[in-house]
């Protein structure tokens, strides 16, 4: 349980899965992982797929705004690149939104989605690798 990623040679892109149930505490453990890598995987275009994500997860909008504001403080240390959030259910999908608003002013570009396809296209994955990516996520 907790959120996992791999970088997908073919795409270049980071892919994220949270699973199970998640706390604030967890959601910002990764933001610091992430933060400790290497340039190149900092700057990739990263998919944060929340499909099976725990509905009772207790990450709250507390949780997301100190997300937010942790990005925020590290701005001069993100490259600019695109996060696409797949959220299908209403609350991932409104907490994910809430994510995207408080970080509106940043140099990396957030979009949230019901479902992966679209947010692989928003990335501008080849139509090929976006649909076979589709099914791993």
């Known amino acids: 349980m907790g959120i996992h990623y791999r970088i997908d040679e073919e795409s270049k892109l980071v892919l994220a899965a949270v699973v199970g149930r998640v706390t604030n505490a967890d959601v910002l453990e990764y933001a610091k992982r992430r933060l400790d890598e290497p340039d190149h995987l900092r700057a990739s275009h990263e998919v944060m797929d929340l499909r099976a994500i725990a509905l009772d997860s207790p990450v709250?909008?507390?949780?997301?705004?100190?997300?937010?504001?942790?990005?925020?403080?590290?701005?001069?240390?993100?490259?600019?690149?695109?996060?696409?959030?797949?959220?299908?259910?209403?609350l991932s999908f409104g907490m994910s939104r809430m994510y995207e608003a408080l970080r509106d002013d940043g140099p990396d570009s957030i979009r949230v989605f019901r479902e992966p396809l679209e947010a692989l296209r928003w990335l501008e994955v080849d139509e090929a690798?976006?649909?076979?990516?589709?099914d791993q996520i």
């Open 129 to 134: 690798v976006a649909r076979k990516l589709a």
């Open 60 to 90: 709250t909008s507390e949780g997301v705004r100190r997300l937010a504001q942790f990005w925020g403080d590290r701005s001069g240390k993100i490259a600019g690149g695109r996060l696409a959030i797949i959220a299908p259910s209403d």
